[in-house]
């Protein structure tokens, strides 16, 4: 909260004379809060000053002054102590109207989720659940079973030979998965040999699978699909057998340009090759790294002036937004030289948004809106798009505890589900700007006890979210899933 704001509001209200029972206690936790966000010494100056302020205000009240209960103080989201009620944790909070989910925990068919094994110490961590263009998909690998739901709560087991098992059976859990509207593309990230698969239940999935190297990225979106993909190139072990062994202790200098390599080290090595004589190609230099592009899933192409360094594709409704880290080398002249968050309105033409911008390096990227969410475990809620980047205004508002726990993320068409694991909360908005904490229920909280070392899964859709979690000792976790939905 900004101070001026703070006192201008307790100085110009001019409402009935009720100071409302508990106001103090609730601007001090907010002070408190400020605290703990600012760590600096003027929320210190603030915070006894304000005191003072509410002394002198409960007087004015007494002698019959016009002060009153502040209508803005609902708004922050502050519950009020009742002899009735339980106290929240630091970080808890009332949520608004609207932005509360109501969790139920789902009975699904026993064959859907396999019961742990007490007799094998193998950890239960093949089972997954994420939306898929219009359903819920829940797939355990162990049990071999694939079951969908359109709204969380009611779940069909499905057969071999149903529509869409040939689909929904190659969700893994070391899968990764990017949807737009009913098409969703499957890759396995980084590993030695990937291919890209793309879903269009009923009909059969469309594989891409002649890549050199392996599939780091991919994003899907109404200009079509665009795949990042590693170089297949041990670029390290090429140089050293060029160079010999303990070059890179000794690197000097470093610079590809006009298709030539040049690295010299300070013991008196160096190289200067033509990198094309090799049959090696740009993206093959310190894996640069390259780019592809399809329309429709059928039909590839390389992207000519791929950035270097790309790490996460992400489809938007006006082409695709990436982040890329440049060059790696002094020089690096062969290819587009772009750092940062880059958007690119159909997929082979790539712009820097913001070159100036900072801190854009970390997070986890999902779509939201018209762009992307960056989201991480602190505090980070930065949207990107085309135009520019901005703070979703509920970042300003959450506890400073908040940031600082085991948290799942997932996104969807209703909005933004965050599960704290650590500190048994979730965090729900629609729209970035209202939001609400909610404490889970003493089953669900129980049902969370493995979750920090089984990742859960928060998979949202149009009008429900549905998560999985983990329960019991690790080498028998119990897993459970929990639907949210908006009561009307």
Not at 175 to 186: L, R
Not at 190 to 214: M, N, Q
């Amino acid at each position: 909260m900004n101070d001026e704001l703070l006192f201008e509001r307790l100085a110009s209200h001019d409402g009935p004379a009720a100071l409302d029972s508990g106001f103090e206690d609730r601007l001090y936790l907010i002070l408190q809060g400020e605290l703990r966000r600012r760590r600096s010494w003027r929320p210190a100056l603030l915070l006894a000053a304000t005191l003072v302020l509410v002394l002198t205000i409960t007087a004015a009240i007494a002698v019959g002054s016009g002060l009153v209960k502040l209508p803005w103080v609902d708004r922050l989201l502050i519950p009020i102590p009742s002899p009735t009620s339980t106290i929240p944790s630091p970080t808890s909070t009332i949520p608004a109207p609207g932005q509360v989910l109501t969790w139920t925990k789902v009975a699904v068919d026993e064959r859907s989720l396999k019961l742990p094994d007490p007799s094998s110490l193998e950890n239960r961590t093949t089972t997954r659940i994420v939306w898929v263009g219009d359903r819920f998909v829940l797939v355990d690998e162990d049990a071999k079973a694939v079951s969908t739901s359109t709204d969380g709560r009611a779940w069909e087991l499905l057969d071999e030979s149903d529509p869409g098992w040939d689909s929904y059976s190659l969700l893994s859990a070391s899968s990764a998965i990017a949807t737009w509207e009913n098409d969703t593309v499957i890759w396995t990230p980084d590993t030695a040999t990937s291919s890209v698969r793309i879903l269009r239940p009923p009909d059969e999935p469309v594989a891409k699978s002649d890549f050199k190297g392996a599939v780091g990225s991919v994003g899907i979106g109404p200009m079509g699909i665009v795949a990042q993909v590693h170089s297949a190139l041990d670029f390290d072990a090429f140089v050293t057998s060029q160079l010999g062994a303990g070059w890179v202790e000794h690197m000097v200098t470093f610079s590809f340009q006009d298709g030539i390599l040049r690295i010299t080290t300070n013991d008196d090595r160096a190289l200067e090759i033509v990198w094309a004589d090799y049959g090696f190609e740009p993206g093959d230099v310190a894996d640069r790294g390259f780019g592809w592009y399809s329309p429709d899933g059928d039909h590839w192409a390389p992207i000519p002036d791929f950035p270097e360094n790309v790490s996460d594709v992400v489809g938007v409704s006006d082409g695709f937004i990436a982040r890329g880290y440049g060059a790696r080398c002094d020089g690096c002249a062969d290819t587009a030289d772009l750092s940062g968050m880059l958007h690119s309105p159909d997929g082979l033409t790539w712009r820097s948004i913001d070159p100036a911008a900072e801190d854009w390096t970390d997070g986890t990227m999902l779509p939201w809106g018209q762009g992307v969410l960056v989201i991480d475990r602190t505090g980070r809620f930065d949207v990107w798009t085309a135009e520019g980047n901005s703070e979703l205004p509920m970042a300003a508002e959450l506890p400073a505890g908040w940031t600082a726990s085991n948290v799942a993320f997932g996104s969807g068409s209703l909005g933004l589900v965050s599960v704290n694991i650590d500190d048994h909360e979730v965090l729900f908005t629609r729209n970035g700007v209202e939001w609400g904490i909610q404490a889970m229920s003493a089953e669900m909280a129980a049902a969370a006890g493995m979750s920090r070392y089984h990742s859960p899964d928060v998979a949202v859709g149009k009008d429900s979210a549905v998560v999985l979690l983990w329960a019991g000792r690790q080498e028998s976790a119990m897993p459970s899933l929990w639907v949210g939905t908006l009561e009307p």
